[in-house]
């Protein structure tokens, strides 16, 4: 499969604790996303990355929240000080060519804060 | 920022028969207006999608409309069949510093195709 893989597909743990989400885009995209869908929504936009760059973060991303992709290939999402309100899935997508503007998603991370 | 909304949020119809799902949007710099489908527990993918210099698309059974001056936009699926059974949602983006694409997503459809 030379789509999105994002690992783990699963995460529970409980409120306070440090988890990691790490996302695979397709091996020629060079602009990698993150979103976050809770139940019942549709995927909220939280960061952009150009290759290395980020370029852009939402409102939503509080300072418990860095995403990273150091090489501009993979990239990390890490959430700090998990509160249960952090619970959903946690979504990423990849692109390459402007004009198009397709975004190729990955199945996603759900992450349940207990 | 922009806004999407989309309606209904829910839609049975019988097998065979039309579907419409109908979605506005805020911001006049969007110029972008993908569909995506989401089946249960599984990645969102595109359907179709068309841009702001068009004012119709068609795909097969799928086909998307653009009123710009309205600014809004509808998507129309004929001859439902079961499998088109899914999360529809619709989503508008404007182009970001890089070029990339931020979209934002209406609240979704969840779409229920009747044998």
């Known amino acids: 499969d030379t789509g999105v893989s994002q690992d783990p597909r699963h995460k529970i743990t409980k409120r306070g604790q440090n988890v990691t989400f790490r996302c695979d885009p397709i091996s020629e995209h060079n602009r990698l996303y993150w979103y976050r869908q809770t139940l019942g929504q549709g995927p909220e936009f939280l960061t952009y990355?150009?290759?290395?760059?980020?370029?852009?973060k939402s409102r939503l991303l509080s300072d418990r929240f860095s995403a990273e992709r150091p090489k501009g290939s993979f990239s990390t999402l890490e959430i700090q000080r998990t509160e249960q309100g952090d619970s959903a899935m946690y979504l990423c997508a990849s692109s390459l060519d402007r004009n198009t503007g397709e975004l190729f998603f990955g199945e996603g991370s759900r992450l349940t804060v207990l | 920022g922009e806004n999407v909304e989309q309606h209904p949020s829910t839609l049975s119809v019988q097998e065979g028969d039309s579907a419409v799902i109908k979605c506005t949007y805020s911001?006049?710099?969007?110029?972008?207006f993908p569909w995506y489908k989401q089946e249960l527990g599984k990645r969102p993918q595109l359907i179709i999608d068309i841009r702001s210099n068009v004012g119709e698309k068609k795909d097969q059974r799928i086909a998307v409309t653009l009123n710009k001056t309205a600014k809004h936009f509808s998507l129309h699926i004929t001859e439902t069949q079961p499998e088109d059974s899914a999360v529809y949602f619709c989503a508008a983006s404007y182009i970001l510093t890089g070029g990339g694409n931020k979209l934002t997503f209406g609240t979704g459809t969840q779409l229920k195709v009747e044998l």
């Open positions: 911001d006049s710099a969007s110029n972008y």
């Open positions: 990355f150009q290759n290395e760059a980020q370029l852009e």
